[in-house]
């Protein structure tokens, strides 16, 4: 059982910077892929970030790759997600979640947070 808690989230500029937090508790956390999500207003939820359990592995949608960076401090039971150049359309509510493996498709998470709203203003 992993119990996680997003945080980091707010109001922020185009062009400006975040850094959301998913604090995890559980004895399972250091030997989980873990992944970030985001639903903006009216879309489906759509994969944002991946990380294999060791860090070793990093993964991440088309749109977000070069922008956000994806990391995790297993002492800390801590992943992280690094949002740079924000744009507008990045506005969501953020999700992390934990799984076996660092996949992209949702289905494949069995944990999941209760998310962070992210807004981006022009």
């Known amino acids: 059982q992993v119990q996680l808690v997003e945080s980091g989230g707010g109001l922020v500029q185009a062009g400006g910077s975040l850094k959301l937090s998913c604090a995890a508790s559980?004895?399972?956390?250091?030997?989980?892929?873990m992944g970030w999500f985001r639903q903006a207003p009216g879309k489906e939820r759509e994969f944002v970030a991946a990380?294999?359990?060791?860090?070793?592995?990093?993964y991440y949608a088309n749109s977000m790759e070069g922008r956000f960076t994806i990391s995790r401090d297993n002492a800390k039971n801590t992943v992280y997600l690094q949002m740079n150049s924000l744009k507008p359309e990045d506005t969501a509510v953020y999700y992390c979640?934990?799984?076996?493996?660092?996949?992209?498709?949702?289905?494949?998470?069995?944990?999941w947070g209760q998310g962070t709203q992210v807004t981006v203003s022009s």
């Open positions: 990380i294999s359990w060791d860090g070793g592995h990093t």
């Open positions: 979640a934990a799984s076996l493996l660092p996949r992209m498709e949702e289905d494949e998470y069995d944990y």
């Open positions: 559980g004895r399972t956390f250091s030997s989980s892929a």
